[in-house]
């Protein structure tokens, strides 16, 4: 019972001695690592114009992968699947984050027309460009007045229209935006009237974006379609394994049978993929 005893206490004090000994290691490389992870954050963040405190960043970063871990664990009570929680719950953060920017693209996309609208009727009434952004900032609502104000600001500090319009493509990433923005930059080089421009552009856009319903509502057809014949044989196998759980045992038993259930599940992936890939449609 003494030697026992004094094992525990041996082997007690050479883990306290190691913890002792790596845990400013693993402390310094753990608040590195969440330091790259952060710095990827707040910029995507800046850009969105969200004012999220930087504690607050550190605390989703830490909190999201132990609760994802524990809500695993509880549900499977299985580690390796809590492990696999744990990994998902360090990617939930940039997917939200990849979310939001999304959303805000397609808002920011949905404004363009009327911008342009406005921006035409400004011109019209004898504004220059800088001030019918300014009317821009204040007749419409986020986040394309927080895109423009941030490009009026920018021209009153003095930077280059052509500079501020390249800065507002590479944080938007909108295909319209950039038509926009490269038929403006024409027309003031060869002196186009940008009354014309923006009212074409506008026409454009909203002609496009009809035609897009109209294709997206060809496609949902065969994306229907699709879904349903990928999930007729997961619910066929499902429901035959219910009734009868024997049914299987030759595919999993038999070497040729192993061979078949690879090649099916294989075409099920390949047919889904291809499903997939006509039934999408970019214009």
């Not at 026992?4 to 490389?29: C, D, M, N, S, W």
């Not at 999220?52 to 524990?70: E, H, R």
């Not at 809500?71 to 492990?83: C, R």
Request: charged share 20%; glycine share 6%.
């Amino acid at each position: 019972m003494l030697l026992k005893i004094i094992i525990f206490l041996i082997v007690f004090a050479g883990v306290f001695y190691l913890t002792h000994l790596f845990y400013p290691l693993f402390e310094r490389q753990t608040l590195r690592w969440h330091k790259k992870r952060v710095e990827k954050m707040t910029p995507k963040l800046d850009n969105m114009f969200l004012d999220v405190p930087l504690k607050k960043i550190i605390l989703l970063d830490i909190s999201t992968p132990l609760l994802t871990g524990a809500l695993g664990f509880f549900i499977s009570k299985n580690l390796w699947i809590a492990l696999g929680a744990v990994g998902l719950g360090f990617a939930i953060p940039f997917l939200i984050i990849k979310q939001l920017e999304q959303n805000r693209r397609k808002k920011f996309a949905s404004q363009l027309v009327d911008a342009l609208m406005i921006l035409s009727s400004s011109l019209k009434a004898g504004l220059s460009l800088p001030q019918a952004f300014e009317v821009l900032v204040e007749e419409m609502s986020a986040p394309l007045s927080q895109e423009f104000n941030l490009v009026v600001r920018q021209l009153q500090m003095g930077v280059s229209l052509e500079g501020v319009m390249d800065s507002l493509k590479k944080r938007m990433r909108i295909d319209d935006l950039d038509i926009m923005v490269t038929a403006m930059m024409v027309a003031r080089e060869t002196g186009g009237d940008l009354t014309v421009v923006f009212t074409q552009i506008a026409t454009t856009i909203q002609e496009r974006n009809k035609l897009l319903s109209r294709v997206n509502a060809l496609c949902v057809q065969g994306k229907l379609q699709g879904a349903i014949m990928s999930l007729i044989p997961i619910i066929f196998g499902l429901f035959v394994y219910k009734t009868n759980p024997g049914f299987f045992d030759v595919f999993f038993k038999n070497s040729v049978g192993r061979m078949l259930l690879t090649y099916a599940v294989i075409s099920e992936i390949v047919g889904i993929f291809f499903i997939r890939k006509l039934s999408r449609i970019e214009i």
